[in-house]
């Protein structure tokens, strides 16, 4: 198959216009790394085994799980759409799947999470979306490799002998069929991740060709053409629907071959996807508010996850967090939902986002009195506080000068906001700007 012609299963651009407006949702990272509690990763990083990760699965008992308070608070916050890790890298499946036996339907819950979950989050209004991982460290037929948990084992590569990478990819194709299939219409698949350049000796990477990538991609466009792709199937011959930087801010919005691209960035509350009970980097308010506001400001999309405990509800951190972004989305939702990056420079310590004719200057740090943004000389209709409405004003060319006794003129190619001296109880206030009529137009997505 050739991989240099995969471009015709790229999204069009129109069918991706909801996400480019919806810009915040929600990750979920839920599995049997939630009763360690000490990072999703648990099992690689300790080089645990099969049979010592067994006694996560035979007490896996989520009896306090409510995917509609879940829905709630995602929805309360202003996230528009929903990413749930259906497999993550340790293999357990959320879903009753035919494909394996190491699956929620054989735990002490007994029960599909996967259905459950979807209609909760339908019913409020947001698009699904399924994270599948690539790895599988339970499968018998997942190849040890440089980030496996038996990759330190003496037979490491007697072990790799009887496995079959193809029938593990086989495998794979059969449980996206039926994520794709059994639970409605799906918005987001969130494949993770490739990682041919990681070696540890003998052992190698995977990557696409280990994947299957191309027959993937083929099936997913098959069972549902409008889907959204992010683009970790290393396939360098198609240009992913979504590029997805994680757990980092990047410096500009990102390019590829010179080019804008729909991205996404994704995010931690604290320093682990999974559950952890004793992580303790968790981020303030202010970062996290200050996070969504940044990305946007880059034509981007935020994921923010959560990591549900073991018991199925979401630690008082999250729902703290969770909180933080409903109180200030009640207020500047219009600031970030349909927006994108504006084509004017921001003023120092300040993050632009447009929408049409609003332009949204988000305040980072609160100036002394007044917010010099000379780019808007002459293009300013109105201008307003986004949480209360109040109205901002600017000093007028003319005599006017900021102190009587500097005599420092307001020209004609100037404009200055006048603030009040004390800042809004506002984490991160916004002012709303109206603009005239055949003003700069905001950067096309």
Not at 52 to 78: I, V
Request: aromatic share 12%.
């Amino acid at each position: 198959m050739d991989i240099n012609n995969l471009q015709p299963l790229a999204l069009p651009e129109e069918k991706k216009a909801w996400f480019v407006h919806d810009r915040f949702g929600m990750f979920v990272h839920w599995g049997l790394y939630a009763l360690p509690a000490r990072h999703e990763w648990v099992k690689s990083r300790e080089e645990l085994n099969d049979a010592d990760y067994q006694k996560y699965f035979d007490h896996f008992d989520p009896d306090l799980y409510d995917p509609s308070e879940w829905a709630r608070r995602a929805k309360a916050a202003g996230m528009k759409y929903v990413v749930l890790t259906t497999k993550h890298h340790e293999g357990f499946c959320l879903w009753d799947t035919k494909a394996t036996d190491f699956k929620v339907t054989n735990t002490p819950y007994g029960r599909d999470l996967l259905g459950p979950f979807v209609d909760a989050f339908r019913a409020e209004g947001l698009r699904i979306g399924f994270y599948y991982s690539l790895i599988d460290w339970h499968h018998p037929d997942f190849t040890v490799d440089p980030r496996h948990p038996q990759r330190n084992h003496p037979d490491a590569l007697k072990i790799n002998e009887g496995r079959d990478m193809h029938r593990y990819a086989a495998f794979m194709r059969e449980q996206v069929r039926e994520l794709l299939t059994d639970f409605g219409q799906i918005d987001i698949m969130w494949f993770d991740f490739s990682y041919p350049q990681w070696k540890l000796g003998e052992l190698v990477g995977k990557g696409h060709q280990d994947w299957e990538s191309e027959k993937l991609v083929r099936l997913v466009r098959e069972l549902a053409p409008d889907i959204i792709i992010n683009n970790r199937l290393d396939l360098a011959g198609l240009q992913p629907d979504i590029v997805t930087p994680e757990q980092y801010m990047p410096r500009a919005r990102p390019l590829r071959d010179g080019r804008r691209v729909v991205w996404e960035a994704c995010h931690t509350l604290s320093g682990s996807w999974g559950y952890h009970r004793d992580e303790d980097t968790w981020k303030s308010t202010e970062q996290l508010v200050q996070m969504l506001v940044g990305t946007v400001a880059m034509g981007g999309n935020l994921l923010m996850n959560v990591g549900p405990t073991a018991r199925g509800t979401l630690d008082h951190r999250a729902i703290a967090a969770l909180a933080a972004y409903e109180e200030w989305m009640a207020l500047h939702e219009r600031s970030i939902v349909g927006c994108t990056q504006s084509d004017f420079a921001a003023p120092a310590d300040c993050r632009l986002t447009q929408n049409g004719d609003r332009l949204y200057i988000h305040l980072f740090n609160w100036p002394y009195r007044h917010l010099h943004f000379d780019a808007l000389a002459g293009q300013v209709e109105y201008a307003q506080f986004l949480h209360d409405g109040s109205e901002v004003t600017w000093l007028r060319p003319s005599a006017n000068t900021l102190w009587a006794n500097t005599q420092f003129p307001v020209g004609e190619d100037q404009l200055t906001f006048v603030l009040p001296v004390r800042r809004p109880q506002i984490v991160v206030p916004v002012i709303e700007v109206k603009l005239k009529a055949g003003s700069a137009p905001a950067i096309q997505d």
